[in-house]
């Protein structure tokens, strides 16, 4: 017990220490726990016993992540992902698998063990992804969605590759003795089993799990809350997690893949929840345990033996994967920072990989000292996997703003009114049109701003406004009027050029940032252009009038003659405008402006004092 406290002591203190510092320096907290684990690896000197024990207790933290995973994903949700899924996520694995066996075949290994090194190597790292995608705030861009698309379809992999392993063991090849050194080893119930027996009591335990989701965790939920007692509840979680565990421990099988899978069977349950609430604060703590792990069970023993074999291995799969992802990310149309965050994010092999690892040992379908170092090369790929993730980053501080194309929402209507950009003037237009009875299809780039919509029952969709293929589906060929209003200026006249060569007769009312981009936007094409300030800056001295003297009727009208001529003059000076050209550097266009001034002066100042004007009453001002 005591020297169970004291390691407890020592891998929390790390920790509290490695982590704040890693982060202070831009490193990233999952780097701080591997350097921990590294530092604590070598002074701790632990026995490759010790290392099983530890790695089998904080692998928990990785199960409990994959339930919470699981959690979020709803069947229907995975049905609609189906393209990524099994597009980009689908051809990422058969390409990696195809090229890793193709050169472990060159290197003179058996096709059996080539087949099983392209399984292992063609996954990456769900908790190192995850974590420093949350952390970096790049789950919602499209190049994190598409990485969490491929690392989402290789934990579904997982499940076939531990069906299939079994088969590709040689005959009689069942001694289990080693896997146990590495965790993950099959039971005794599978010990007397063919490949085929072990096959079909994969497919049995996860239709257990599919079964219980179902049929059982609901009625005990009502059982146990029935007590209100909070701390009951999170005891259900944990035991539904380390059940479930504890059964894919049993025939040999992954228990992140068993939890996984049960997360998603009660995604749709209404205790969804209450069940990541009461997980969340245990799968932080362990999965930072999981990271010190891999980092203190790099043995450099084996590293030192061959260090350019190792090297080689690590840097050449990691080139591979690079290569593959990168080929992928073009043909499904990523561009700039997401591309480089989708290429090197996954560029590591991962903890499934460890997984795999043990149970092709324990099959007796890789030897053991290749197995030791295909267990380096994949510590080795993770441990790079944050400094990777820095590159992307000075990349993406290079490439500046990515106006590459980005995925969208499915858009499944098509309504008269199309409202491109949905920020604080946009909302204020289409809340006031659908309480009018109006229908409107709202377009915008910001995902937050978007899922922010549908919290209030408004219906939006995500996407670049600009696209063609965005505005062709949200209906832009029978649309009748066309409100632009994004907050990029120079985004809102290229829609609106675009508009006008597509639909010549279509109405476009365009917000405009200052009078230059009213002629911009004026030569583009838009009917109606509003100022985004000039109607509010009106009001505002509009009251000034009436607390400097004037009746609420004479600050009105001055209002009104001023808007007038204003929006006049604007018509006045258009032709006179050149693009590119300042407009203090345009002679005629500054002189115009100044005697229009002098006009707008004298007709406002004749309003005032009396004298009649064609806009004005007949009665004069008081």
Not at 365 to 379: G, H, K, M, R
Request: net charge negative; aromatic share 8%; with cysteine.
């Amino acid at each position: 017990m005591e020297a169970f406290l004291f390691q407890a002591t020592f891998y929390l203190a790390a920790m509290v220490i490695a982590v704040p510092l890693a982060t202070r320096f831009g490193l990233g907290s999952v780097l701080g726990y591997l350097i921990a684990g590294i530092v604590l690896g070598q002074l701790m000197g632990h026995s490759a016993d010790e290392m099983a024990e530890l790695q089998h207790f904080a692998e928990f933290g990785v199960v409990l992540m994959l339930f919470l995973i699981g959690l979020e994903l709803e069947p229907r949700a995975l049905w609609a992902m189906r393209d990524k899924l099994l597009g980009l996520g689908g051809l990422q694995i058969v390409l990696t698998m195809a090229l890793v066996t193709g050169a472990a075949m060159a290197l003179g290994q058996d096709w059996r063990v080539a087949v099983a090194l392209g399984m292992i190597f063609s996954l990456s790292s769900t908790a190192i992804v995850l974590q420093t995608l949350t952390e970096k705030r790049l789950m919602q861009t499209s190049g994190g969605r598409s990485a969490f698309s491929v690392l989402l379809m290789q934990d579904i992999a997982v499940i076939p590759m531990l069906a299939v392993l079994p088969l590709l063991a040689l005959p009689g090849a069942r001694a289990l003795s080693e896997a146990a050194d590495h965790g993950h080893a099959a039971s005794h119930l599978l010990e007397s089993l063919p490949g085929w027996g072990v096959t079909l009591v994969t497919l049995g335990a996860v239709a257990a799990i599919v079964l219980a989701g179902h049929f059982l965790v609901h009625p005990l939920f009502r059982f146990v809350h029935a007590a209100r007692l909070r701390e009951i509840n999170t005891a259900v979680a944990l035991m539904i997690v380390v059940g479930i565990a504890s059964l894919m421990n049993l025939v040999g099988l992954s228990p992140a893949l068993g939890t996984f899978l049960a997360g998603v069977v009660l995604a749709n349950s209404e205790f969804k929840h209450e069940l990541e609430s009461d997980i969340a604060p245990f799968k932080g703590l362990l999965l930072g345990l999981f990271f010190i792990t891999v980092g203190a069970g790099i043995d450099f023993d084996i590293f030192l033996s061959a260090p350019g074999t190792i090297l080689g291995l690590t840097f050449g799969l990691v080139a591979v994967k690079a290569l593959v992802l990168y080929g992928l990310g073009r043909a499904f149309r990523l561009h700039g920072r997401n591309m480089w965050l989708f290429t090197l994010g996954l560029a590591q092999a991962g903890e499934f990989g460890f997984v795999l690892v043990s149970f092709a040992l324990g099959q007796r379908i890789l030897p053991t000292d290749l197995a030791q170092v295909v267990l380096l090369v994949v510590a080795l790929t993770m441990l790079l996997t944050p400094l990777l993730f820095i590159l992307h980053d000075r990349l993406a501080a290079r490439i500046g703003e990515d106006h590459g194309q980005d995925t969208h929402d499915e858009i499944d209507d098509q309504q008269p009114i199309i409202i491109a950009g949905i920020g604080r003037f946009g909302q204020v237009v289409n809340r006031m049109v659908t309480m009018s009875g109006f229908k409107t299809t709202v377009l915008d780039h910001s995902l937050e701003t978007i899922r922010l919509m549908r919290t209030f029952g408004f219906k939006g969709y995500y996407g670049d406004p600009t696209r063609p293929e965005l505005l062709t589906a949200a209906g832009l060929d029978k649309a009748r009027v066309l409100v632009a209003c994004l907050d990029d200026k120079n985004a809102t006249t290229r829609l609106v050029a675009y508009a006008r060569r597509q639909r010549p007769d279509l109405h476009i009312v365009a917000r405009a940032r200052d009078r230059e981009h009213v002629f911009e936007l004026y030569q583009a094409g838009a009917n109606d252009i509003v100022r985004e300030l000039f109607d509010s800056s009106l009001r505002v001295a509009r009251y000034v009038l009436e607390n400097a003297g004037l009746s609420e009727y004479e600050a009105a009208e001055l209002e009104k003659i001023y808007y007038k001529m204003d929006r006049a003059a604007v018509r006045d000076l258009a032709p006179l405008w050149k693009p590119g050209v300042p407009i203090d550097k345009n002679p005629e266009y500054v002189a115009r402006a100044r005697e229009l001034n002098r006009e707008q002066e004298a007709a406002l100042m004749a309003r005032f004092s009396g004298m009649p004007d064609e806009d004005a009453p007949d009665e004069p001002l008081r």
